[in-house]
């Protein structure tokens, strides 16, 4: 293993032990997920020969690249996703806002009249 | 002629109260005015007390966001309160940072009056001493808007307008930040029957303004709200 592989693989497993240790007992399943996918990086960090084997077999070139197609196709997803998401909670705040606001003006100085109207 | 005036404030402080004595000062020449102003979530928010005294010819009503939205969101809800509190001839929107004059005012005013259904401030036709990078920076908004719907105007993001009950009616604001001077400007433009004219607006800038005007940067955050309306439109 070259010196850039332990880094990673320090990395990866430091943040795995972070996290595990910071969970407070909530997401326990989602943090299982992220243990198994984290685990299965530093497996290919370790032995990167078997990610060619694995590339090899579905006629991709370098195991690298078996491993991040599927990583940027699913992160460009997960971006749109979340700012799908974001952009509909935006609406939500604004529209619970405003209704607040506009029941709540006050037009104690308009001409009757026009208040009424 | 009665006279709606939309107007969002974010920590004006004392220069809102400037801005609404200098409504004030005109409200008799345009007839009567009623100021629809919404405090977008400001710390310390505006308390009603502090307004202007109510008159004959003039008039505050207040609103208030719990949070900070945005310029655009608080336009829409200045808008929306606008509409649904009786009939005026005309609805402005303008600043409150006191940037622009009341002649600006009464010249929008008078072309709904005339019976254009959009009057666009321009900056460019009032005299105003444009400060350089601002100048790039509004004829490059200029170009982006001309590129989006095939028409120019002199001054894309100028916060003095006018519209007529029925345009106003038709205009949604639905972007809360600065990208919503694009979605005005493409819902006039895209309104082929409606009469459009620019009116001379005359905008005093100073260091506080320019400070918490549109900066560079706001660009590529107003492409990037753009963006996402573009992309999650049916989600809004």
């Given at each position: 293993m070259t010196l850039a592989s332990w880094s990673l693989l320090v990395l990866v497993l430091g943040l795995v032990g972070f996290d595990l240790v910071a969970s407070?007992?909530?997401n326990r399943r989602a943090l299982l997920l992220q243990v198994v996918i984290f685990l299965t990086g530093a497996f290919f960090v370790v032995f990167p020969s078997h990610a060619t084997t694995l590339a090899h077999a579905a006629g991709i070139g370098r195991g690298v690249d078996f491993l991040m197609y599927p990583v940027v196709i699913w992160l460009t997803r997960e971006s749109l996703l979340a700012r799908r998401r974001r952009v509909e909670d935006s609406q939500k705040i604004t529209a619970l806002t405003r209704a607040l606001a506009l029941a709540t003006a006050?037009?104690?100085?308009?001409?009757r009249s026009a208040a009424n109207a | 002629m009665t006279v709606a005036i939309l107007m969002p404030a974010y920590n004006e402080g004392d220069r809102l109260l400037c801005t609404l004595h200098a409504v004030e000062s005109a409200a008799a020449q345009l007839g009567g005015v009623t100021v629809f102003l919404v405090?977008?979530?400001?710390?310390p928010a505006i308390a009603a007390c502090d307004l202007p005294v109510s008159n004959a010819q003039f008039h505050v009503v207040l609103a208030r966001h719990a949070i900070n939205l945005g310029q655009g969101a608080a336009l829409e809800t200045a808008r929306q309160l606008a509409l649904s509190s009786g009939e005026f001839q005309a609805y402005l929107t303008m600043d409150s940072?006191?940037?622009?004059?009341?002649a600006g005012l009464r010249a929008a005013a008078e072309a709904i009056e005339r019976g254009a259904d959009v009057a666009l401030g321009s900056r460019f036709l009032g005299g105003s001493r444009v400060p350089r990078g601002r100048r790039a920076l509004l004829r490059a908004a200029g170009l982006f808007e001309w590129a989006l719907t095939g028409r120019r105007l002199g001054?894309?993001?100028?916060g003095l307008r006018a519209f007529n009950r029925r345009a106003l009616q038709a205009i949604r604001i639905r972007?809360?930040?600065?990208?919503h001077a694009t979605e005005i400007t493409q819902h006039v433009l895209d309104a082929s029957q409606w009469s459009v004219v620019e009116v001379p607006v005359v905008i005093s800038y100073t260091p506080e303004s320019l400070r918490k005007g549109q900066r560079a940067s706001a660009a590529l955050e107003i492409l990037q709200d753009l963006l996402s309306h573009y992309l999650f439109k049916d989600s809004t």
């Open positions: 407070t007992g909530k006050d037009h104690r100085s308009m001409p | 405090d977008d979530g400001g710390e940072d006191g940037q622009h004059d009341v001054d894309a993001h100028n972007h809360n930040r600065m990208a």
